[in-house]
């Protein structure tokens, strides 16, 4: 099986700036992408960022210029620089990896980490 284990949320001032991070263990032959979702109160699950295996990213429209996707393959890990932070980012953050463990890659998830940005 894999986890994903995510750190880095809480509670930070508008303008301010939190770094994410999720990292992949077990039995895993091949991350095929791995990115950030979130999830405000009463709202749909959006995409944040992805970075796609071989050099791919993409951001949603809102978090462009602010926001910052990174991996390090060799800890199966990817992070996210969140600067310039607005009250509208305001969410549960959950890391999402699409590993191949056997024949068909599969989606993970991780427990969430809550990102509160207020004064």
């Known amino acids: 099986q894999v986890q994903l284990v995510e750190s880095g949320g809480g509670l930070v001032q508008p303008g301010g700036s939190l770094r994410l991070s999720c990292a992949a263990s077990g039995s895993i032959l091949r991350i095929n992408a791995m990115g950030w979702y979130r999830q405000a109160p009463g709202k749909q699950r959006d995409l944040v960022a992805v970075?796609?295996?071989?050099?791919?990213?993409h951001y949603a429209d809102s978090v462009k210029g602010r926001f910052t996707i990174s991996r390090d393959n060799a800890k199966n890990a990817v992070m996210l620089q969140m600067n310039s932070l607005e009250p509208e980012d305001t969410a549960v953050y959950s890391c999402?990896?699409?590993?191949?463990?056997?024949?068909?890659?599969?989606?993970?998830w991780g427990q969430g980490t809550q990102v509160t940005v207020s004064s």
């Open positions: 970075d796609v295996s071989g050099g791919t990213t």
């Open positions: 999402h990896a699409l590993i191949r463990t056997s024949i068909l890659p599969t989606h993970y």
